[in-house]
């Protein structure tokens, strides 16, 4: 049901809610030369980033980074770009995405937050996709590795208004990161009202996606790595 401009339900939402949250959420609720804003252009890209958050911020828009290690090597970065794929990166058990859901430019979808009593529908669609193999170290040392990355950006009856990218990444150290990056800032009355307690929760729903994607991760690899005898 809505409610004051959100997205309601007393129990966790069905695909049809999410559905009807979806046709009735219309086009993004942030400015137009900020989509895709969180887009990596490199790898390099994915942790330089002063200049930009400085941008952000002048704009009144909070960012949100974190940033976790995964793993090392190409099963490492394989497992992890999985995790996104399949949307493990978001099964939190009081947050949630339809697991089905494409990983493609346009696809809609609705991640499902509960929060004390009601879960909360956020529309939510995917502003673009980024998808730099990668190649198993024969680039080289310092040569750097792969990418896998998208962002979403919010939609109208969105509690607030920005963007949202989740990406894996192999440095030149072969090391495996997962980060979460986000800019937000309020588009309804409670966000506006209530913005100190959402940016904590927003910090807390990154730190516990990498943890996901960290188990996930070590779960994969540890059914595929032969046992020494």
Known sequence: MA????FLSLSRPTPEQQ???LAAAGGFNYDADLHGATHPKSPAALTTSEDTDRALA?????????RVLVGSGADAFG???????????????WAEAE????????ARFCICYKEVVPWVMFPLQIAYVTDDNYDGGKRGKGGGGGVFAFGSGTLQGHLLAGEERFSV??????RVWYEVVSFSKPAHPLSALCYPYVRLRQRHFA?????AVLRHVAAACSTTTPRTQ
């Open 19 to 21: 559905k009807s949250c």
């Open 99 to 106: 697991p089905g859901t494409p990983v493609k430019i346009g």
């Open 3 to 6: 409610w004051g401009g959100l």
């Open 169 to 174: 990444e192999v440095d030149a150290e072969e």
């Open 58 to 66: 002048d704009r009144g828009f909070s960012v949100n980074r974190s």
């Open 79 to 93: 497992h992890a770009k999985s995790a996104l794929l399949s949307w493990k990166h978001l099964a939190l058990g």
């Open 207 to 211: 730190r516990e996606s990498g943890k």
